[in-house]
């Protein structure tokens, strides 16, 4: 099926883009700064142009079809082209953007990253919204497909139409309960590979540096539970004589909530490393570029954080 290009308005496609980024008719409506109705024909008119009902009723919202996910790499490649040749400058009015960013962030960098955008957010630019989605295994795709504008991981991706960047490094500790009874300090090697920890899932493990460390050292270790998530690991300690490694910063930040000691770890450890993706067509893009600067500056390391990292 042909169509004639003088025939299609530019803002159907505009459109399209909002819902394929929001998966729902009202934030897109919000997004564009349109009412819900108005949307609404849009799509219908878009649907009779492609001869595709392009997106479905889902349980979470919308689904694209098969044609909505084909079609949406090269209308956001000609929306970026057409944005850039038409923009005045390279930034934005943060007092009157209006966008829902979807974003993909690890655990250990959410409670640390995020807090100070959302204050930016909050004081500068109240029509951006941030919707962080839970990570799978195809993230990735996610990202090329326009599902999720950023992703923040813990391990690299080689690929050639996404922009990754390091985020920078980060060691790891040991978190305890406070006085584990079983624990002099400072902690010791004997001590932390006789005690019980608590670790993530398989999947989750093997996504960080930690456990490709003690298995090059051959060191093995006592694991007799596994957590889904990383938010249940300071609890488990906290409740148990279980201790686990755990990145600094994000210790640091949970182990006043939880009563937790912090013990340096007494054996050979690389550093660990955060990530963060984007596709390359997003490169260009003010607002894109304006969240992902914004969302580096808030992991830049503090002074003493870089002085650890450095050995000093």
Known sequence: MSINLRTVDLNLLVIFEALYATRNTSRAAERLGMSQPAVSNALSRLRDLVGDPLFVR?????????????IVGPVREALSVIGRQFATGDSIDLSTYQRVFRIIIVDPLEPIMMPPVVRTIAEQAPGIQIECIQATANFADA?????VDIACIVFPVDTTDLVIKALGPTDVVIISRRNHPDIRKPLDAATLLRLPQVVVGRELRGLTGIEKNLVAQNIKRHTPYA?????SVPAMVQQTDLISFMPRRFAE?????????????PIKMADQQGYIMWHVNSEHDPGHRWL????MKAVEPTPSIAHRAAGE
């Open 58 to 70: 889902h349980a979470r919202g919308l689904k694209p079809t098969l044609k909505a996910q084909e």
């Open 227 to 231: 957590a889904a998530k990383l938010w």
């Open 143 to 147: 990202v090329r497909t326009g599902e």
């Open 253 to 265: 930040f949970v182990a006043p909530a939880f009563d937790l000691d912090i013990h340096e770890v």
């Open 292 to 295: 992902r600067e914004a969302m």
